[in-house]
């Protein structure tokens, strides 16, 4: 066993050394956690059913005490799922016909912002669309439907495509609402 897992190590030790994109992930993650963007990543490249380059880089933990990451960290999907399927499906109905990305989100969603808004897809994938990083949480509240009025009726920050880039659960959540 562990002949096996010695040969494992150091095929994937070599398959890292002839990864020549190495350097130039390092440095763009690297920045990231520098700059406060996130406190960690881990990175697998696969290629040809084996593994090319593995790295771990930063913490997976600042609090309450820092953790370092490993390359066998397991991240919360939840995120992942936002990516994933929303981006697949809104794809799939882009190819289809269905939607147009300079549609209005009100054509998919009519009571979102009182039906008068002029957010659109495009601003929702982007993180243009001015909405906040989440609905508000000063009052307790539970329940999907009550998740959903707030996320179509909390008032934007900022004009939809002027606004900062802000990653926003809402605007995740609308873009998969409209795909439904």
């Given amino acids: 066993m562990r002949l096996l897992c010695s040969i494992a190590l150091a095929a994937t030790a070599i398959a890292a050394q002839t990864f020549s ?6 440095r763009v993650i690297d920045d990231a956690i520098a700059q406060g963007k996130l406190p960690g990543a881990v990175v697998i490249i696969g290629h040809e059913g084996k593994i090319a380059y593995r790295k771990a880089y930063g ?33 799939q109905l882009f190819e289809q016909g269905k939607l147009r990305l300079n549609d209005k989100v009100t054509d998919y ?8 808004s002029g957010i659109t897809l495009r601003n929702l994938f982007t993180h243009f669309s001015g909405l906040k ?48």
Avoid: H
């Avoid at 994109?21 to 390092?26: F, K």
């Avoid at 399927?85 to 809104?90: E, F, I, M, V």
């Avoid at 969603?109 to 008068?116: A, C, V």
């Fill in 21 to 26: 994109g190495g350097p130039a992930i390092d």
């Fill in 59 to 91: 913490r997976r933990a600042v609090v309450p005490e820092p953790e370092a990451m490993t390359d066998d960290t397991i991240f919360d999907l939840a995120s992942i799922t936002k990516v994933v399927a929303t981006t697949t499906a809104l794809m």
């Fill in 109 to 116: 969603i009519p009571e979102f912002q009182g039906g008068k």
């Fill in 133 to 180: 990083p989440d609905v508000p949480l000063a009052n307790p509240w539970s329940g999907y439907q009550t998740g959903i009025k707030l996320a179509c009726t909390d008032p934007p920050t900022g004009r939809p495509a002027r606004a900062s880039s802000i990653a926003t659960s809402i605007s995740s959540c609308s873009a998969s609402w409209c795909t439904a």
